[in-house]
């Protein structure tokens, strides 16, 4: 079992920046690949980033290129993404997820075991 708790989120003016961390408690962190979704309403959970447990890989969808970056650091079991130049349409519900799988590109909400409650960002122009 993996625990996992996102913070870091909240309202920011269009073209700023955040930063998520997600903490993650339960077995080896640096066993299992994160990723990084989000949920606007109305609207489906969709893909924003993924890292490889060695954080030797990283991918992302192509809105968020060049302004998100995810990062680890396996010492202390958490999870980052680096958030700027923020739009309003970023604004929704971000979540970390854990994989089991620790390498690939996966982007699909099925692929990821244990989720985080969410954290709410808004951003407002």
């Known amino acids: 079992q993996v625990q996992l708790v996102e913070s870091g989120g909240g309202l920011v003016q269009a073209g700023g920046s955040l930063r998520l961390s997600c903490a993650a408690s339960g077995r080896t962190f640096s066993n299992y690949a994160m990723g990084w979704f989000r949920q606007a309403p109305g609207k489906e959970r969709e893909f924003v980033a993924r890292i490889h447990g060695s954080a030797s890989s990283t991918y992302y969808v192509d809105s968020v290129k060049g302004r998100f970056t995810i990062s680890r650091d396996n010492a202390k079991n958490t999870v980052y993404l680096q958030m700027n130049s923020l739009k309003p349409e970023d604004t929704a519900v971000y979540f970390c997820?854990?994989?089991?799988?620790?390498?690939?590109?996966?982007?699909?909400?099925?692929?990821?075991?244990?989720w985080g409650q969410g954290t709410q960002v808004t951003v407002f122009s």
């Open positions: 997820a854990a994989d089991y799988v620790t390498g690939w590109d996966r982007r699909g909400v099925h692929s990821y075991t244990y």
